[in-house]
């Protein structure tokens, strides 16, 4: 079964400063992989996806990840964060074939001014 | 716009008062799906639908109910809530077709209190 690891409950960053989110997931093969944000009482919005090609994809508001088969990782990345970027993060996995989403737990991203 | 909607945003009950909440998608998925999020456990799947009149367990059905008579339509019956069942309730949506990978797009969310 798949499982989706975020390792990082809260981060805390400087505006400005560089940004990586955490993400691990396991299946045997490469599965559909998505980033969604959930800015404070709000729903989910799709950040960025990976079907498959170009191992780095660009999302929106700035940023990017980048697929790393070898380490099963699928890590979120912004060269320089803003305030507004404070919210929740959430990894997602999707099995081509199947219909379920599996996401991770989740990372909280405080931005300090 | 393509949108899902649900309703209500908020509610607080208390235990044993039935209960629904509405799921509506204007961009003729097939696919829809509802999800509970909870601190630290991120997003579990209820129950999903693949199109009107089928509908599946998720990970955590137990409590719930759905019902699929229309397309557009997917809603969460909770027939006798508890206190667990407080949560932030989102429903979803997809093509069932391959082009679309699993992407979904999701509703605004429900916040449910049961005191």
């Known amino acids: 079964a798949q499982s989706v690891t975020q390792p990082d409950i809260h981060i805390t960053v400087s505006e400005g400063a560089s940004l990586e989110l955490r993400c691990n997931y396991s299946?045997?093969?490469?599965?559909?992989l998505f980033w969604y944000v959930q800015s404070p009482g709000q729903g989910l919005q799709l950040l960025l996806k990976?079907?498959?090609?170009?191992?780095l994809v660009q999302g929106i508001k700035g940023f990017e990840a980048e697929f790393k088969r070898s380490q099963s990782s699928f890590n979120l990345r912004k060269p320089s964060v803003h305030w507004s970027d404070a919210a929740e993060y959430f990894c997602?996995?999707?099995?081509?074939?199947?219909?379920?989403?599996?996401f991770g737990t989740g990372t909280r991203l405080t931005v300090i001014p | 716009e393509a949108q899902v909607t649900q309703n209500p945003r908020y509610l607080i009950t208390v235990t044993g008062k039935k209960l629904t909440v509405t799921c509506s998608q204007n961009?003729?998925?097939?696919?829809m799906s509802w999800y509970r999020q909870d601190p630290g456990l991120g997003l579990r799947q209820i129950y999903y639908?693949?199109?009107?009149?089928?509908?599946d367990k998720g990970d955590v059905p137990e409590g719930y109910k759905v019902s699929r008579k229309e397309k557009r339509n997917f809603p969460l019956i909770l027939e006798s809530p508890s206190p667990n069942q407080t949560s932030l309730y989102f429903c979803?949506?997809?093509?069932?077709?391959?082009?679309?990978?699993?992407?979904?797009?999701f509703g605004p969310g429900t916040r449910l209190t049961v005191t």
């Open positions: 299946y045997g093969a490469t599965p559909y």
């Open positions: 997602a996995v999707g099995e081509p074939g199947a219909n379920n989403l599996f």
């Open positions: 990976y079907f498959s090609g170009d191992t």
């Open positions: 961009m003729n998925h097939e696919y």
């Open positions: 639908s693949m199109n009107v009149e089928v509908t």
């Open positions: 979803a949506s997809r093509f069932l077709s391959s082009g679309s990978r699993n992407e979904q797009y």
